[in-house]
């Protein structure tokens, strides 16, 4: 009899066991399709394109009208916030409030410009840590906690990537088209101009790619 019971309470044991195990991999079933939605939906938010107010759509950012919260989400990643102030003899020189991504999916990096008006970015200066100077003279302040959270509302004004791999001119053209104009510079690095799109890619055999993004009408510049 006792034999009957242990036997009895095995085979309830195996069926609560299978069902369990069903239960799983139905689960597991939902949630693999359900990412696979989403990384179709992903792919596709990572088209570059123009809307018909002349906004460009990078990584599923739209410049000018995302704020940084949104880019965040866009790119999956936290970043990281801080002001610079750049020399007069850098290509950015003056005051900037950029976001910096140091890894997305592929291990490459993002700079996104933050669009603030000289004076918030004065006050922001006045409530920032100590400046830290590097070799390049570029001076990095850490923002006030307060400012921290009004820079998650700030517009995305232009976009930097530095891909994770070579970029090439023929993998630039094959991705984006005949470049308008090349311009060499002294130093060695190879400039394609891309204005239909607002890009200008920055290749440099002795270092790595910079594609810059901006709205097409502000194309005028390199951030």
Same mark, same amino acid.
């Given at each position: 009899?006792?034999?009957? /019971?242990?036997?009895?309470?095995?085979?309830?044991?195996?069926?609560?066991?299978?069902?369990?195990?069903?239960? %799983?991999?139905?689960?597991?079933?939902?949630?693999?399709?359900?990412?696979?939605?989403?990384?179709? /939906?992903?792919?596709?938010?990572?088209?570059?394109?123009?809307?018909?107010?002349?906004?460009?759509? %990078?990584?599923?950012?739209?410049?000018?009208?995302?704020?940084?919260?949104?880019?965040?989400?866009?790119?999956?990643?936290?970043?990281?916030?801080?002001?610079?102030?750049?020399?007069?003899?850098?290509?950015?020189?003056?005051?900037?409030?950029?976001?910096?991504?140091?890894?997305?999916?592929?291990?490459?990096? %993002?700079?996104?410009?933050?669009? =603030?008006?000289?004076?918030?970015?004065?006050?922001? /200066?006045?409530?920032?840590?100590?400046?830290?100077?590097?070799?390049?003279?570029? =001076?990095?302040?850490?923002?006030?906690?307060?400012?921290?959270?009004?820079?998650?509302?700030?517009?995305?004004?232009?976009?930097?990537?530095? $891909?994770?791999?070579?970029?090439?001119?023929?993998?630039?053209?094959?991705?984006?088209?005949? $470049?308008?104009?090349?311009?060499?510079?002294?130093?060695?690095?190879?400039?394609?101009?891309?204005?239909?799109?607002?890009?200008?890619?920055?290749?440099?055999?002795?270092?790595?790619? /910079?594609?810059?993004?901006?709205?097409?009408?502000?194309? =005028?510049?390199?951030?």
């Amino acid at each position: 009899m006792k034999n009957i /019971q242990l036997e009895s309470q095995q085979k309830r044991s195996d069926r609560f066991g299978l069902k369990l195990f069903l239960v %799983v991999l139905l689960i597991t079933a939902v949630v693999f399709a359900w990412s696979s939605l989403q990384y179709r /939906q992903h792919n596709q938010d990572r088209d570059t394109w123009v809307d018909k107010e002349n906004k460009l759509h %990078v990584l599923g950012i739209t410049l000018g009208e995302s704020n940084l919260r949104q880019a965040e989400v866009a790119l999956q990643s936290r970043s990281d916030v801080a002001l610079y102030i750049y020399p007069l003899e850098n290509p950015k020189a003056g005051m900037k409030l950029e976001a910096y991504f140091p890894a997305i999916a592929d291990h490459t990096e %993002v700079i996104l410009l933050l669009d =603030a008006a000289p004076e918030l970015l004065r006050e922001m /200066q006045q409530r920032a840590t100590m400046p830290h100077i590097y070799p390049n003279l570029v =001076a990095r302040s850490n923002l006030a906690p307060s400012d921290q959270l009004v820079s998650q509302q700030l517009h995305v004004r232009k976009l930097t990537l530095l $891909p994770s791999i070579t970029i090439t001119p023929k993998i630039l053209s094959a991705r984006f088209g005949k $470049p308008t104009s090349i311009s060499k510079l002294k130093d060695g690095k190879v400039i394609f101009t891309f204005p239909a799109i607002g890009l200008n890619a920055t290749l440099n055999k002795d270092d790595r790619a /910079q594609l810059h993004f901006s709205n097409p009408q502000q194309n =005028a510049s390199i951030l």
